[in-house]
Every structure is written in structure tokens, then in C-alpha cells.
């Protein structure tokens, strides 16, 4: 058992603001309070700004109504605005933001690299070029662009391992080819767009925006049935992952299968992520950024799983709350908001990045 997990530092000393706590079987957990707090702020300013955004639209409803709803004592008009329109695209942001946010914190992780995200790999493109494809070629629905979407970026996963794969998938290969595969899919899905007639393309462009308007129920039940197979799944690998970012040779050395657990985890990544954009468009950013600001919140070195995911549906949920207070409901799709200040966020990480030599 290594000085982490029993909340000792390599001096055998114990590490400030962390607990280790021994269970009966001879097992010792390592708890950081600070990491624990941060969560549990974050998941009440996620849960806050939800009842928030539920009761904002054209027809605003107060706090307190919302929440006598949300346990069953609404009228019925509340009852329907709120259970049946609002509620389920509440569900959709936290959702399609936790799952944004977990991907982003573990291609970050495995390719130990803070710009070895979804939104530069392209996979948010693969997913793109899938749903174009039934757009613009089949005139598919709704249901069809979704599985579209998801297949496209399941695909480009693939593409993106096989052509890293040299006795191995190391982080900057993978971020490197990721980048050649994203140019390369954006590329395709312009062609697609000048192929498209006018109402697709206009459809397209309203999908590729990244949105949460008109999301309902259909759309929460794939999305919890993933999260209820996959987060057990990245919790049992949480320990490995955090010795893979400590190198090949370092995790191998202590009996970590590297390649086995890095295809698993960024399966499950992939899966995220197209699962994400099939549910919402390309929403941009969140992947990228959640990770790094749970990270410096925790003031933890570890792949911050947990804060990344609460951190990822905050933000994904306070973006669609400004884009309908500041601009109206339904009159800026929440993926402008996040590509905004997502932008802005990605100029300010390469700046430091480049100051501390590491690009």
C-alpha cells in the first residue's frame, strides 16, 4: 500500500486535510477533506441553480413553487410546465455536464496532458459528422441523428486509438493524432453542410450549435441508464488510473495492466462523450475546462473524478441559466455560452502552459 492511499506524504508523515481511515478487514481509505468540501459545495450550487433555471421562461414560477411541485403539492398547471417541459431539460444539462465533465477529467488523466480533451481530440467532430450524416443523407429524425451522433463518435474513438497505437497509446501521440483527426472529420462535416439543402442545413447548424432547447424525457433515460453502467465501472478504476499518471513503467511496476486499464477508461470516455453530444449537440468546452477548475479547487494532483463531474454539470446548467436570463428563453443556445467562455479559458491555459515550459 502506497503513502496516498493511507494519507501519509514520502516522508511517512501525514498529509495536511486528509483523514485515513482503517476498516475492520485491514484496508485503509484515504479521504481529503478538502476535496470532499469542494464537492459538496459544488453539488448544492448545481442543485440551486437547477431549481433556479426550472422556474425561469416565459412563464417564471418562485422558488418555493418549484419545490412544492418537485414534491408532488403543485397545482396542475405548475405541475405540467414543470414536470413535463422544464424539469426534463434541467435533467439533460446536469446529465449531458457530469458526463462532459467526467470524459474530459479522464483523457486528461490518461494522456496526462491538460489539453488531451474531447473538445481538441474531435471526438465532439466524430459525433458531429455522424449526426450530419443523417441529416443532411437519410433526413433522419430525431431518435436517428442521436444514434447517428452516438456512432459517429464511437467510430472516431476507434479511429483515434488504431492510429496512436505504436507498442502502445502514450498521451502526446494521442493528443496529437487526435488533433489530425479532428481537422480532418471538421473537414468532412463542412462538406456535408454545402451538400445539404436548405432546411437541413439549417437544421444542421442548429444541432452542431450545441442546445438544450426541446430536450424531454427521452432524452434523460438513456443518459442515467449510461451513468448507472459506467460510474461503477470508472470508480473501480479510480486507483489505477491515479498510478497510470504517474507513468507506464511506474504503474506497471506496481501491477497495473497500463494497456488494458487506458483502452477501458478511455472507452467509457468516448462512450461519454458521444452519449453527451447525441443528447445535446457538440456543447464545447465543458470537457476541457471542468477537469482543470476542479483541480485547482481541490488543490489535488489526482484525476478529481468526482469534483470534475459534479463541476462539469454546474457549469453546463449556470451557462443555459445565463443564456436564458440575460438573453430570453430559447434565444441563445447554451452551447454559444460555453464555446465563450471556453475560448477565453483555453487562451489563458495555453499562455500558462507556455510560461511554464511545459508546451
Given at each position: ?29 484515504r ?43 403543485g ?59 443523417m ?23 476507434v ?22 483527426v ?63 499518471e ?54 489535488s ?11 462539469g ?43 511554464a515550459?511545459?508546451?
Amino acid at each position: 500500500m502506497n503513502a496516498t492511499e493511507t494519507g501519509t506524504n514520502k516522508s511517512g508523515t501525514k498529509k495536511p486535510g486528509t483523514k485515513a481511515i482503517r476498516t475492520p478487514g485491514g484496508l485503509s481509505v484515504r479521504l481529503d477533506v478538502r476535496s470532499l468540501l469542494v464537492v459538496a459545495v459544488l453539488l448544492v450550487a448545481a442543485l440551486a441553480a437547477s431549481v433556479f433555471l426550472i422556474g425561469t421562461g416565459d412563464f417564471p414560477i418562485p422558488v418555493p413553487d418549484v419545490l412544492r411541485t418537485l414534491v408532488g403539492n403543485g397545482d396542475a398547471g405548475q405541475e405540467f410546465i414543470i414536470n413535463d417541459l422544464r424539469l426534463p431539460r434541467v435533467l439533460v444539462g446536469l446529465l449531458v455536464g457530469a458526463a462532459l465533465g467526467l470524459s474530459g477529467a479522464l483523457f486528461q488523466s490518461v494522456s496526462r496532458n491538460p489539453l488531451g480533451s474531447p473538445d481538441v481530440l474531435g471526438l465532439g467532430q466524430g459525433s458531429t459528422a455522424g449526426a450530419l450524416v443523417m441529416i443532411v443523407i437519410f433526413g433522419g429524425s430525431a431518435t436517428q441523428v442521436a444514434l447517428g451522433a452516438l456512432v459517429g463518435g464511437l467510430v472516431t474513438g476507434v479511429a483515434i486509438y488504431v492510429l496512436a497505437w505504436k507498442r502502445g497509446v502514450h498521451g502526446y501521440r494521442l493528443v496529437l493524432v487526435g488533433i489530425g483527426v479532428s481537422a480532418f472529420v471538421t473537414a468532412i462535416n463542412g462538406y456535408l453542410l454545402t451538400k445539404a439543402d436548405f432546411v437541413d442545413a439549417a437544421r444542421a447548424t442548429v444541432w452542431m450549435t450545441g442546445s438544450l432547447n426541446g430536450r424531454d424525457w427521452t432524452q434523460v433515460w438513456p443518459l442515467l441508464i449510461m451513468f448507472v453502467v459506467l460510474i461503477p465501472l470508472v470508480a473501480a478504476y479510480a486507483r489505477p488510473l491515479r498510478m497510470l499518471e504517474m507513468g507506464d513503467d511506474a504503474a506497471g511496476g506496481l501491477g497495473v495492466r497500463v494497456e488494458r486499464t487506458r483502452l477501458l477508461l478511455l472507452t467509457a470516455s468516448v462512450v461519454l462523450t458521444a452519449a453527451a453530444t447525441a443528447a445535446a449537440g457538440p456543447v464545447t468546452f465543458v470537457a476541457l475546462t471542468a477537469p482543470q477548475i476542479a483541480r485547482r479547487l481541490t488543490k489535488s494532483p489526482g484525476p478529481n473524478l468526482a469534483a470534475s463531474t459534479i463541476l462539469g454539470a454546474a457549469l453546463l446548467i449556470v451557462a443555459d441559466l445565463v443564456s436564458q436570463r440575460a438573453f430570453g428563453a430559447d434565444q441563445l443556445p447554451v452551447g454559444v455560452v460555453t464555446g465563450v467562455v471556453g475560448g477565453v479559458y483555453l487562451l489563458w491555459l495555453l499562455v500558462t502552459e507556455r510560461k511554464a515550459g511545459r508546451i
